[in-house]
């Protein structure tokens, strides 16, 4: 099966700091779609973004950037000046064009102390 | 984006019971999907739903465990049958948008098996 990769288990780090989840996956396809996905202590999965395979710009949405590089198939979500509201597990995902569901990676567990 | 809601949001259930788990969109969708997410885990696609024909089932999912139905284009529903405690999870059910470039899900269904 072809994974989405998420290697930090867990990050904590102190408010205001910037923090970098990784996301790295695995295709064989040439085209395909990113999700990255927050899911905050209440339990829903709020959609934050989607990048397709023929975009590598880099995007940004106020404190959140994406980096997305085909190179080494990571796409990587950056928090600048974190808050303690950023507390959540944030899930990276892939869906190939002839699957129309996602494959998730492991979640990483972020922790935003005061 | 779609609206999508999910009954019960929570419930406890006895070992040996089946639950039905609905799910409801505000607009009409051609394809809905079933995740679980067991405790500290990642979502796992369980099934496609599929309006007029038979629920496509992931590898480890079986309609005799897990049937589904579908009876038109806003409504789906999960049967989790002859539950035990490893069947606690959150079932979420799931959505994509006519070029499936977004997905969304509903707030879940936290299912706890005594």
């Known amino acids: 099966a072809q994974k989405v990769t998420q290697a930090q288990t867990e990050i904590s780090v102190v408010e205001k700091e910037d923090v970098t989840l990784d996301c790295v996956y695995e295709t064989r396809d040439t085209t395909y779609y990113l999700f990255w996905y927050k899911q905050p202590p209440s339990g829903e999965l709020v959609f934050l973004i989607r990048r397709n395979s023929f975009d590598e710009q880099n995007e940004i949405s106020g404190r959140y950037s994406w980096n997305f590089q085909k190179s080494t198939s990571s796409f990587n979500f950056t928090i600048t000046a974190s808050q303690v509201v950023d507390s959540a597990v944030y899930f990276c995902?892939?869906?190939?064009?002839?699957?129309?569901?996602?494959?998730f990676g492991s979640g990483t567990r972020l922790q935003v102390q005061p | 984006s779609a609206v999508i809601s999910q009954k019960p949001s929570r419930d406890i259930c006895q070992r040996g019971t089946s639950l039905t788990i609905q799910c409801q969109v505000d607009?009409?969708?051609?394809?809905m999907f079933w995740y679980r997410q067991q405790p500290g885990q990642s979502l796992t696609l369980i099934a496609t739903?599929?309006?007029?024909?038979?629920?496509?089932?992931e590898s480890g999912f079986v309609i005799d465990k897990f049937p589904i139905s579908r009876p038109n284009l806003t409504f789906s529903t999960l049967t989790v049958s002859n539950m035990s405690p490893e069947d606690s999870s959150i079932y979420l059910c799931?959505?994509?948008?006519?070029?499936?470039?977004?997905?969304?899900f509903g707030p879940g269904t936290r299912l706890t098996v005594l």
């Open positions: 995902a892939r869906r190939d064009t002839g699957r129309r569901a996602l494959t």
């Open positions: 607009s009409q969708v051609t394809m």
């Open positions: 739903a599929n309006q007029g024909s038979e629920a496509t089932y």
């Open positions: 799931s959505v994509g948008d006519g070029q499936f470039n977004e997905q969304f």
